[in-house]
């Protein structure tokens, strides 16, 4: 579950009731209530924050990241580096992508 969801809200529905956060600013009642009347869509998804912390990686992981960025450096293949480190390619993906969100969060 995500820290938006888990947060307690006052639901913007207009009830004035405070509660979990389902989605969309409605609690948990309020968002069955205008999911089962057809009316989710008349409330706005809400937005995750710009500037939200990334996501803590372990210790494990983040060697693995130090070892695929010196592969990568040798000019080592992705599927190459991936055998190596004892990954999937996909794993590899996702290490780009981490690696590209905290080149974006540098240059902010």
Request: aromatic residues 6%; proline residues 6%; positive net charge.
């Amino acid at each position: 579950m995500s820290s938006e969801r888990s947060r307690t809200v006052t639901c913007i529905c207009g009830c004035g009731r405070t509660g979990p956060h389902h989605g969309r600013g409605l609690i948990t009642a309020c968002w069955h209530r205008e999911k089962y009347h057809g009316r989710l869509n008349d409330w706005p998804l809400t937005q995750a924050p710009v500037n939200r912390p990334m996501r803590l990686i372990s210790e494990s992981v983040r060697g693995r990241l130090e070892d695929y960025l010196e592969l990568r450096s040798w000019g080592v293949p992705v599927p190459e580096a991936a055998r190596r480190l004892g990954v999937s390619e996909r794993t590899i993906t996702r290490y780009n992508s981490h690696l590209r969100a905290q080149e974006e969060s540098r240059a902010a």
